[in-house]
């Protein structure tokens, strides 16, 4: 996997809209395809860019690699990367690491990274080099497995350092489209079982809306890059319902793509895209897909 993903990324700066070109960007909008640097250009007017993945796709990885690059030659300093795969009471050792204090054998031991962290490990390491905030973003995994065992009310019962790992209680659980979506993944079985793992998945979003907020009120006229899952911003649902709560009266100007893999790639069905987010990336299906353990 490790040799594939430089491979690609190698591979990808050279490749143009040609046949045998792996993925198209899209922008849903203007229903075109662009380029990575469009996106970033989109990216001067706001605030936010949610990238949502499909965790187990190798060129969406690679393509990552390749926006921080971008992002980071427009905005600098000011550029700050969110990740869900890390959770926010592992913080400080994602500091440590990026800034030099800790090994990586360390951090692969304290932070508890997804199995699948070669994909983001590029990532990781750009940051590192250049000096850019990660932001360890996701609700650790012990109180969301609490929550799918016990419902919100469980975190009622933490006392002030675990509820410093996540966002001010209540969670919001508002239902509608995205409760919708949530009920076709089960298969449209409801129940209070399915209604905890809702509250799960709404712990999640709400704990990166929160971090990605606290980051950019922590860091005025910064820029944030946050990596997640697709379900997680698709049709700005989820993660992107949430910062309105904490921001207030001040607006957080967010963007989001959707990439995934999709026997369409070389052109958009827009009347099945165009809902998705403000920029969609297909990828090609037949290049070699992973598993992952993520959300």
């Known amino acids: 996997m490790k040799q594939l993903l430089i ?44 990238f949502g993945e499909d965790h187990g796709d190798s060129i969406g990885h690679a393509l990552e690699l390749q926006l921080l690059e971008a992002c980071f030659r427009a905005y600098g300093s000011s ?3 969110s990740l869900e795969m890390f959770e926010t009471d592992v913080q400080l050792v994602l500091d440590e690491y990026t800034n030099g204090i800790i090994r990586e054998k360390n951090l692969m031991k304290d932070a ?27 609700a650790p995994s012990r109180y969301t497995n609490a929550v799918t ?18 966002p001010p209680l209540p969670i919001d659980t508002a239902t509608g489209r995205y409760h919708e979506k ?26 990166m809306a929160w971090s990605v907020y606290k980051a950019l009120r922590a860091n005025r006229g910064s820029k944030v890059l946050h990596i997640n899952g697709r379900f997680h911003t698709d049709e700005k649902l989820g993660i992107m319902s949430q910062p309105a709560r904490y921001a207030g009266k001040k607006k957080v100007r967010m963007l989001n793509i959707s990439s995934f893999p999709d026997a369409s790639f070389r052109e958009a069905v827009w009347e099945t895209h165009k809902a998705l987010g403000d920029f969609i990336i297909l990828t090609e299906p037949e290049a070699k897909q992973e598993q992952t353990d993520g959300n």
């Open 7 to 50: 491979t690609i990324c190698t591979l990808l700066p050279c490749l143009s809209f040609a046949q045998e070109n792996p993925y198209r960007i899209y922008d849903t909008r203007q229903q075109k395809e662009i380029t990575i640097h469009d996106i970033v250009r989109a990216f001067d007017e706001a605030d936010v860019l949610f």
């Open 79 to 81: 550029l700050i990367l």
């Open 112 to 138: 508890r990274p997804w199995k699948n962290y070669q994909d983001y490990r590029p990532l990781v390491a750009f940051a590192r080099e250049h000096g850019i905030r990660i932001i360890a973003a996701n």
């Open 149 to 166: 065992a016990n419902g919100l009310q469980i975190l009622d019962r933490l006392d002030k350092r675990g509820k410093a790992w996540l």
């Open 182 to 207: 949530f009920q076709g993944i089960l298969g449209g079985h409801g129940a209070m079982g399915g209604m905890q793992l809702y509250q799960s998945q709404n712990l999640w979003d709400a704990t």
